[in-house]
């Protein structure tokens, strides 16, 4: 029954060569997150999108895109992978962060190799 | 835009001790605190959280603390066991308001039987 479906668990991809990672949720959460997380440090927010509404975090390269068609779905899109762009892939939702009883749920990540 | 600070990075201890893991954040506003456990390959997922209308909250083996005036909280497992092992990170957040968590760095915990 997992709420916060990652596609796919493992990506290896060429340096340069588009690729698309997935997400999917059965929650019917509001906010939709993608966040980076590289070997030993915290995930670190990309951008997240609140309905339809994409907010981009200040220091998100441009390498990195996002497109949310509805609520189920949401994808990050890497123009150009570059070798330092190898990392574990988190996305996430929750509700309305405006809300009290908001809890951040997590896929369980594409791990994204760069070759 | 808020800043948390974790320590320490690292932390062993012997079955049966207790851990404290120690965060503080940068902005007043923030009023919402979860911690996250994240065990190898997996992902994070809520162990506990406090809003800022308590001080301290706990669950079983597990107890957050929240100074607000020092804007800093703090993680309490006691009783550790060898399945405690993993990383766990703390974050802020603004409920009531918006936006969105921000992460500390992360404290791997390594529970030795």
């Known amino acids: 029954d997992a709420m916060v479906i990652q596609n796919p668990r493992y990506q290896v991809t060429q340096f340069g060569k588009p690729v698309t990672l997935s997400c999917s949720q059965t929650?019917?959460?509001?906010?939709m997150y993608w966040y980076q997380q590289k070997s030993s440090q915290a995930p670190k927010l990309l951008f997240h999108?609140?309905?339809?509404?994409?907010?981009n975090e200040a220091d998100t390269p441009d390498n990195f895109q996002s497109r949310r068609p509805n609520t189920s779905f949401c994808f990050l899109d890497i123009r150009s992978p570059g070798l330092g762009d190898a990392a574990m892939y988190l996305c996430a939702t929750s509700r309305d962060p405006g809300r009290w009883d908001t809890e951040a749920f997590f896929g369980q990540g594409t791990r994204l190799t760069v070759v | 835009g808020e800043n948390v600070e974790q320590h320490p990075s690292t932390l062993s201890v012997q079955e049966g001790d207790s851990a404290v893991i120690k965060c503080t954040y940068s902005d007043s506003a923030s009023n919402y605190f979860p911690w996250y456990k994240q065990e190898l390959g997996k992902r994070p997922q809520l162990i506990i959280d406090i809003r800022s209308n308590v001080g301290e909250k706990k669950d079983q083996r597990i107890a957050v603390t929240l100074n607000k005036t020092a804007k800093h909280f703090s993680l309490h497992i006691t009783e550790t066991q060898p399945e405690d092992s993993a990383v766990y990170f703390c974050?802020?957040?603004?409920?009531?308001?918006?936006?969105?968590?921000?992460f500390g760095k992360g404290t791997m915990l390594l529970v030795s039987p």
């Open positions: 929650l019917n959460h509001n906010v």
């Open positions: 999108y609140y309905d339809k509404d994409f907010n």
């Open positions: 974050a802020a957040s603004t409920l009531g308001g918006y936006s969105t968590l921000t």
